[in-house]
């Protein structure tokens, strides 16, 4: 499939028709169908979705990270680079200092045996020749950078809060400047008051370092605050993407709508919330229409039999959506 | 809708599917099996008395002796094919009294904890750093020879292993959620270690069971050469005694010790190949490609097969 | 006894000790924490990881055992009746719902064994069969139209099937007052509200009280009628769920408030140095003094007491004055005679 049209001179990132299916007991699993989009320079891209969704496998085939089992096809490029077709010391240079990730729950896969200094040094070390004194010289200025107290680089990770540990998981993937930080799930975990100090943290960072995040979450509020765009994934395939504040406004595509009327707000608006029944279709046998059908309040006989294509309904906003078929197809 | 009787069939079906994709799991059980057959017809296969004295002392192997004779003069076939009662019977009660004796008290110290577990753990500590053999000697010198008591030294000093690999599972089992939903639903402690944690703890049993069976076959051979069995007895241990106290070593008679030996290994070997296979069942990491490629083609036969209890 | 409430707590605390052979450190996770629950009311109790409330819910369904503190079921102390092991008739008195709703059912066991062993404790079958039992809780809990559900293991289902299971093993006790530990926070958020509504409308038919521990204040506002503020081991301000959302008064709740992302991107600005955290509670005086943006001397040393601001709301903070009244329970505003 074509990438989307908006093709920004300056993308650091584009995807373009990426698949990923896994092997599994029960048959192959469509984890990823034809998923497009590129994220431009100093740029955050929200991917929304629950889980099934497939955002993480997006993740994860950005930085080819993919199990043996999986198979992926479509493009991905970084600053023109083909990613999928790199190996060796390409591969290697690409990860970490041209993308790095975040990974969900990754405060807890700190090392609890290292100390949080020696796990830096060693991402440090594995992708550059410096000596280990070099290494830690760089060691304070990476905690300075994610408000930590270079004087606590010696700490294990034990010692340190939920919050300060998901700091040091930044600044490891921060360790060698990269364009791009993927993050997955980054303040899942953590407190709604940590929450937003790390995410004000990340903000900062951006502005200061000028790299780009493509930021997975499946909290579309958390995501609509701190992305330019948004992209909303659903079965494996993306149903909206569009500016962030707009997709949030006026959503277009039912998935969209249902996820904003299903989170309860604090500010008394609750009058919208509504319940969103049924579950998320099997991906071993994806559906030929669209997969949304069955749970849809604005279903038509016959959006179940062919599948809905991206069309543009605004600038620089598309939907997957049966029910805006009179507008262009997005090429 | 499916009764309880298919859904108990499609989980025997996967089970067993799964065993027998794993070429360990086969060999083994399959030796086992040949084992216990040759046990159950020893009568058949070599009718008889196999201790009384058919001829001259250490004949080699022929038509008439398939095994040649002993030092004493004994068939050592029918030795062999007889002895195989012993050693199994008394490697399986030793294995299941282990076992049993494990869980009981390994599951006991992970669900009380406290005082309980810290007095389990130091008799399991206890047990586990005095050596083995040479409490099994020590014991067995003390007690009036008789099988059952032999099953009762090997007991006490294996039990302690099986018991610490419990508990340690057990622990993390018991700190599950479900366990505390257990008791706040109001079940009674008692049947929650038996119904909520036991039956999670299945694998791990199965894998203590058979390697406790595969201590017991070889311990007891070790007691039995040493002789400190019941030298009445005929076993592939008091085999290897006898060969030993007539030196066939040093006579080049090597058909008086070497079947034993060869049965024993197997027979160990066997119950520790089942123990990987059980290992292997539960713990996916530990599968290899092609066990799981035989596994999801057998499945995948079967399922054709029999499409409704799919 | 007449006009006693549900379930009421009164000086609840809980400390954890741990020793080695060289040290001895206690935590005190739950500290002199009073509260009332009535008959068909939701609470909710609100506060982040590390605040004590999965501890005060583990308390009251007597999965702990409290340092201090009762605990009054129908004004009965249920801790000097029954102080080992909690009684037969406490549990069908109480239920709970757990976090995780893979973990709190036993993959061992299908669907249909978890309920029938609920409603076989507590005799709950009545005139029906217990298969007809089994399926008249998971109808209460729209179960029913999932084909062969009985007959299915946990792993078999979807997060949100898993926690209506829950539910139903809770409901098929019928319990007077459930508490549920954050029963949404690991589920999709599309999903969060569907359980939300569940427990709301089954509290409204059979008139069940609902302690609601949670960390989303969106939730507590949805669910719950009265919500409690709880900030390591105490509780801070306590007050009709809607009134405390939209007018913070307590700064530990302020922050709360404030750091909830919002859709029209329009935020009050947080203090920085409220957000530091990481540090133990100090010994005495208010927990929350180390991170206080209007902090004052009297906050290091001294705890405050209670200061009512109006019918049913209070706040524990020296910002309104000392307080010091012993805290009503039954959140009424008027002084507890003692």
Redesign the interface.
Known sequence: MQPSHRQPDDAVLEVAGLNVTFGS?HGPVHAVSDVSFAIGRGEVLGLVG??GSGKSTVAHAVLRLLPPSARCTGAVSFRGQDVLALSGAGLRKYRWEGVSLVMQGAMNALNPVSTIESQIVDVIRAHRHVSRREARASVPELLELVSIDPARRGSYPHE?????RQRCVIAIALALRPDLVVMDEPTTAL???????IMDEIDRLREQLGFSVLLIS?????V??RASRLAIMYAGRLVETGPA?EV??SPRHPYTE???A???????S?DR?????G?PPDLTTPPAGCAFFPRCTKAQPGHDKELPLLRAVGPGHEVACHLYEQTEVVT | MTRPLSVLRRFVLAGYTRLTASRKAVFGALVILCLILVALLAPLISPGNSQAVVGPENLPPSAAHLLGTSGQGNDVFAQLVWGTRNSLAVGFVTGVAIAFVGVAIGLSAAFFGGWIDNLLTLLMNIFLVIPGLPLLVVMAAFLPRSTWSVIFVLAIAGWAGSARVIRAQALSVVRRDYVAAATVVGERPLRIIVSEVLPNLSSLIATVLFGAIGYGIGALAALQFLGLGNLSTVSWGTILYWAQSDSSLLQGTWWQFIPAGVLLTLACTATSMLNFAIDEITNPRLRTTRDRVNF?VR?ARRRREQPHAA | MTGAPLLETRGLSKTFVSRTLRSRSSVRAVDDVSFAVLAGQAVGLVG??GSGKSTVARLIARLERPTAGQILLDGRDVIAAERHRASRAYRHQVQMIFQDPFSSLNPTHTVGYHLRRSVRIHGTAGDLTRDEAVQAVLRDVRLDSVPGIADRYPHEL???QRQRVAIARALAARPALIVADEPTSML???????I??LLGSLREDRDIGLLLIT?????A??STSHTLVMYAGRILESGPS?DL??APQHPYTK???G?????G?VRAP?DEQ??G??QPAPAAGCPFAPRCPARLSQCDTVMPGQTWLAESRWVRCHLFGPGGSRPDPLQTGREVAH
């Open positions: 007991a629950e889980s340190l809060s939920g919050g300060m407190d709604v008051v940590v929450q937003r100090s499946h909290d579309l509020d958390l609509a605050e504040a949030v406004t249902a996820l904003l299903s989170t309860l707000p604090v500010d008394g609750e919330v509504t319940e969103l029944p579950r | 999801m499945l | 982040e990881s979807s997060g949100g999709d958020v599309s999903v969060r509200v569907g939300l509504n960390h989303d204040l969106g939730s506002r949805y809607s959302i939209a922050l709360l408030v750091s909830v992302p919002r859709r991107g947080v409220a957000s955290a990481g």
